[in-house]
């Protein structure tokens, strides 16, 4: 299988899940809006989210916390973004350009983010628990994956300014 292939079939899986994370923070930002202005809030089972009791402890914590789980789903839909974009230009005869590396900084940047956040959901889940609060939620807390992910990605994209820089001093050599 060809390279560019490889490239065609990363993009078009990115797009599937670039849709699917931008629809999952849609739905949590429309819940949060929603629950303003409908006292029982909305009811959300098919993403195994239930934020009800929450809704009824504390309108207040119903927002910051529904407010996180969207700042997850935007940094992931963001990541993706930003490989769909990597993936469409990325030539191989050059693939050391300030634009991938700028890519690859921008996906470590979204990754951490996503880290960041999921971080601060599950603290802030472990305080409600012990506010007695059921979130009735499965979220699946991945912070530790987008961590990495970031620090492999600043990597990367160090490797992709040295071999810039090397790229540079190899046209002034001839």
């Known amino acids: ?42 009811n959300i089972k098919s993403m195994g989210i239930e934020l009800r009791e929450l809704l009824s402890f504390s309108a207040w914590h119903h927002t910051v916390f529904g407010s996180l789980l969207t700042a ?29 590396t700028e890519r690859l900084k921008r996906m470590a940047d979204y990754a951490w983010q996503a880290a ?21 939620i499965s979220f699946d807390n991945d912070w530790s994956g987008f961590l990495l992910l970031a620090g492999i990605l600043y990597v990367i994209a160090s490797i992709f300014k040295r071999g810039i820089q090397l790229q540079q001093e190899n046209e002034l050599t001839v």
């Open 1 to 42: 299988m060809k390279t560019e292939n490889i490239f065609i079939a990363l993009t078009v899986v990115a797009w599937i899940m670039f849709v699917g994370f931008c629809i999952e923070a849609g739905v949590l930002a429309f819940n949060v809006v929603w629950s303003w202005f409908i006292e029982n809030g909305l």
């Open 72 to 100: 997850v789903a935007v940094f992931k839909a963001l990541l993706l973004y930003e490989g769909i974009k990597l993936t469409g230009k990325l030539s191989l005869k050059e693939p050391f350009s300030e634009w991938v």
């Open 116 to 136: 960041v956040a999921s971080v601060c959901v599950e603290i802030y889940a472990e305080w409600l628990k012990k506010q007695t609060i059921t979130l009735g």
